[in-house]
């Protein structure tokens, strides 16, 4: 969560140079204060509620949100027993498919038609993305396991840097970032399914959000890039860095190409690379027999 705040930091700097611009860089030290003094500014204001709002489930939603996150980082690779399980990735595809649920549940429980377009919007899009994603992970790691079994020295993205793109732009799909941010899209939605939140209940969805994706790029730097700590951070931020600089230079797609782009070209690509992978996988394995 400290990372988070340091994250937004980094994001406003970067937009900011892009802007041709500096960015926050009056509170504290190169505007290091920035975050914290948003933060308490959010804690500080004053909660409000829609007047027919679910209101046990509205606050109820906000704590699934945050929690989904918090789970995923259960299995980042620290020097910790927890983190340590042979079933983290099928882990990780099922706690982040939970997500969905509080989605669609902040659209719902607040009553309001742009946040339950908002949510609609970032369901069917979550779940379009998802199946190319789980599909990416899975063919990453039957090369990863071949590559080891080879003995050679090199990483997975030697070979995958068209599936490492796809896999990316599915993250970016797949957290609502720019250029898919459909289900907050400012123009026509407001806020879309956060549009309702205020106060701390925004601050813990904005929290859920950016660890997301915090996460989201350290799992692609764990399987397409390097498995050492040092190097994994190093690559965090560059992935990071590569989502906020979509977010500077993209323009917003229309939601038809999303859905085309998802259904229509990345799930035969992604299909046909796990049955390329698995034949090579299944044809190596005869031959050793």
Not at 76 to 84: D, G
């Amino acid at each position: 969560m400290v990372a988070v705040a340091f994250f937004t930091l980094l994001e406003r700097k970067v937009l900011g140079y892009i802007h041709i611009r500096k960015g926050p860089n009056k509170p504290g030290p190169a505007g290091t204060l920035v975050p914290f003094a948003d933060a308490v500014k959010l804690f500080l204001k004053e909660m409000s509620y829609p007047l027919l709002s679910n209101k046990t489930l509205f606050n109820m939603i906000c704590v699934l949100i945050m929690l989904t996150p918090m789970l995923l980082w259960l299995s980042f690779p620290l020097k910790s027993s927890h983190s340590v399980h042979f079933l983290g990735i099928i882990y990780i595809l099922a706690i982040a498919s939970i997500g969905v649920y509080g989605t669609l549940g902040a659209g719902w429980s607040s009553n309001s038609k742009y946040s339950m377009l908002g949510a609609i919007r970032a369901v069917a899009q979550t779940i379009s993305y998802e199946v190319s994603m789980t599909i990416i992970v899975l063919g990453a790691i039957m090369f990863s396991a071949w590559d080891v079994s080879q003995d050679k020295q090199m990483t997975v993205m030697n070979w995958m840097t068209m599936v490492f793109l796809m896999f990316a732009v599915s993250v970016l799909a797949e957290t609502n970032r720019s250029p898919f941010d459909f289900a907050e899209g400012e123009s026509e939605l407001v806020s879309g399914f956060n549009t309702e939140y205020s106060s701390v209940l925004f601050v813990m969805v904005f929290l859920a959000e950016y660890m997301s994706i915090i996460f989201m790029s350290a799992l692609c730097s764990m399987l397409f890039m390097s498995t050492l700590f040092s190097e994994l951070v190093m690559f965090l931020l560059l992935i990071g860095v590569f989502y906020i600089w979509a977010r500077g230079t993209l323009p917003r797609f229309r939601y038809d190409q999303l859905m085309y782009l998802a259904w229509k070209c990345f799930l035969p690509m992604t299909l046909g690379f796990l049955v390329f992978i698995s034949v090579i996988f299944s044809y190596i394995k005869t031959l050793k027999v």
